[in-house]
């Protein structure tokens, strides 16, 4: 357990992008469950579900640019080590 906390630690980057795509995945199933039953609560859930689709609209994007950055320091990476 002691190595894979000191692997984690000696690699931030990886480690927040881990750490990002749990938080994604853990706000998609808690966006699921609250909107589950926006349909029993008629014309006055209609605020909620508006900045719940929102919130996760902007979540979605957050997320792709993140994938994307993640993908370019790759590529760039393995471009500048070539032999």
């Given at each position: ?5 000191s692997y ?51 979540l ?5 640019v ?9 590529a ?6 070539r032999p």
């Amino acid at each position: 357990m002691r190595s894979a906390l000191s692997y984690l630690w000696r690699h931030p980057r990886r480690t927040g992008f881990i750490a990002l795509n749990i938080i994604v995945l853990i706000a998609f199933v808690a966006w699921g469950a609250f909107t589950a039953d926006m349909s029993n609560e008629g014309m006055g859930g209609v605020p909620n579900a508006m900045l719940g689709y929102t919130g996760m609209a902007l979540l979605i994007v957050v997320w792709i640019v993140a994938w994307l950055a993640w993908a370019w320091l790759l590529a760039r990476r393995h471009l500048l080590h070539r032999p």
